[in-house]
């Protein structure tokens, strides 16, 4: 089904909604945060942000509630609005002062009834308050105006303060809760019955495995604040249910275009969210200084931090200027073999590659059970090589026994890149059993179709494997020497992705 992430959430709240059908009509999991703001340079928690968020039809419009001393909800992310703490003035000292594009500072009740509407959702985060009983009559009071504006099918409700949801809970047992600090698992969060995990999205990513259990339990997710937009492919990929952002213009756009719009479903991923040695429950190591069959000149090392290394969300192969036995460089080549084996499907690959004449790097796969013999009849998918000697232009190619190098019948493609040293790109191939197309950039430079007559044409009705490596010289990569000055050459690697439908 082409919308499966859009279906998912059109559920989602379908139950949340009690079968209000108005709301069915909003495929996105797009929430503007404090309203959509930014790019019409709205006042942050404007009415105009939330009318504006409405119009983009996002799924939700995200706002912040505070109470004066005289009880009066108003709308304001801090604490203070123009000097005075909130809590401690009267809403009529709030008046004295304006947002930047004239409007009063909102009551809460103001906001609801300007943002009643078929599409977007009210999603109302209350504020902690200055002791625990007073955001208890806060949450109480917000309820209370829910109830009776009868708005409590247009409202969800968020909040870092745990014991607000809970009151919220014991006065409205269908209110939709979600908890936005992050120190609860879904566990936790399933038996207080708080409906969803609500978190900045490094918690996401400290914490994976809350996202599997998340779904097991039924409960939604949502991540905050999210602008990049690397960080939304990403949740978009682990078909999260919310995305709470400043840019919901963007994050449009990535929904448009990403995997799961053409019913690809992510199925391994490797983000490098950790530091230290790569995840041995995903990446394995061929070791050795044997030449490699292309007579390269380094030595792959195992489980070495100077030659792979995880730190800062990236992942590090290092060809160093390092003897080890018979071999004047080190380096590593990393594999997913058993760990990650795939028959068709999506690889993406972000990375930025090492400069220098004699570096050769490679993201490539190779069969994992050689089911019809020996390179290269069981076949070899090269997704990204790259020759330092030719600074400007990187390949995709496969080999085939029919197909090969070897004999000079290989199919290849290659394109034109200004900036593999400086910047970060993709490269990737969508393979299923009629062809492999090669993409930079999400873009299609080389396909190679399924002829369909012969394995030795077409090996690629196995499982194949990954593999991450930079190599030294050899038959290709030293065609015209070695740079000895470029070492340590690095190749960065800043996710690994692997698609299936």
């Known amino acids: 089904m082409k919308f499966n992430l859009f279906s998912k959430i059109l559920f989602v709240f379908s139950f949340i909604l009690c079968s209000n059908e108005a709301f069915s009509k909003n495929p996105n999991s797009v929430v503007a945060h404090r309203g959509a703001w930014k790019s019409q340079s709205h006042p942050e928690n404007s009415i105009a942000s939330l009318k504006y968020a409405i119009k983009l039809k996002c799924i939700g419009s995200e706002f912040d509630v505070h109470m004066t001393s005289d009880n009066v909800l108003v709308i304001n992310h801090d604490p203070t609005f123009n000097g005075l703490t909130i809590e401690k003035v009267t809403y009529k000292e709030l008046l004295a002062f304006k947002l930047s594009n004239g409007e009063k500072i909102p009551t809460l009740k103001e906001y609801f009834l300007a943002g009643k509407n078929p599409y977007t959702r009210l999603v109302c985060e209350i504020k902690p308050a200055s002791t625990v009983e007073r955001g208890r009559i806060v949450a109480q009071k917000v309820v209370e105006l829910v109830q009776s504006l009868k ?104 929904i448009k275009n990403a995997p799961i719009q053409k019913d690809w479903k992510l199925v391994w991923s490797d983000e490098f969210n950790y530091k230290g040695l790569p995840d041995d429950k995903k990446w394995g190591y061929d070791i050795g200084g044997s030449g490699w069959g292309n007579n390269e000149l380094q030595f792959y090392t195992e489980k070495d931090t100077a030659t792979a290394f995880v730190g800062n969300g990236i992942l590090t192969i290092s060809a160093n200027r390092t003897a080890k036995e018979n071999r004047e460089y080190t380096s590593a080549r990393l594999v997913t073999k058993t760990k990650g084996d795939w028959l068709n499907g ?156």
Not at 444 to 455: A, D, G, I, V, W
């Open 346 to 501: 999506k690889i993406e690959v972000r990375a930025k590659l090492p400069k220098g004449k004699g570096t050769w790097p490679a993201i490539w796969m190779l069969p994992t059970d050689w089911a019809y013999g020996g390179w290269p009849e069981s076949g070899e998918i090269d997704i990204m090589e790259h020759v330092g000697y030719e600074p400007d232009t990187v390949y995709g190619t496969v080999h085939t026994k029919a197909f090969n190098h070897s004999i000079g019948t290989h199919k290849t493609g290659s394109f034109f890149m200004p900036t593999p040293y400086t910047e970060f790109h993709d490269y990737g191939i969508e393979w299923d059993q009629e062809k492999i197309d090669f993409l930079y950039d999400g873009k299609k430079y080389f396909s190679f179709k399924n002829t369909k007559k012969n394995f030795q044409e077409w090996p690629y009705d196995k499982r194949f494997h990954l593999i991450l490596n930079v190599a030294v010289g050899g038959n290709w990569g030293g065609k015209y020497g070695v740079a000895t000055e470029v070492f340590p050459a690095k190749m960065e690697v800043d996710y690994v992705r692997v698609f299936q439908k």
């Open 151 to 254: 708005m409590d099918k247009y409202v969800d409700y968020i909040s870092f303060d745990y014991e607000m949801l809970l009151k919220i809970r014991s006065l409205d047992t269908k209110a939709h809760l979600q908890y936005l600090n992050g120190t609860k698992s879904p566990a936790e969060l399933k038996a207080d019955k708080i409906n969803g995990a609500d978190y900045h999205f490094s918690v996401f990513k400290r914490n994976p495995d809350w996202i599997s259990d998340s779904k097991k339990l039924g409960l939604s997710l949502n991540a905050w604040t999210v602008n990049d937009a690397k960080d939304l492919d990403w949740l978009i990929a682990n078909d999260f249910d919310f995305i709470t952002t400043n840019e919901p213009e963007l994050a449009f756009e990535r």
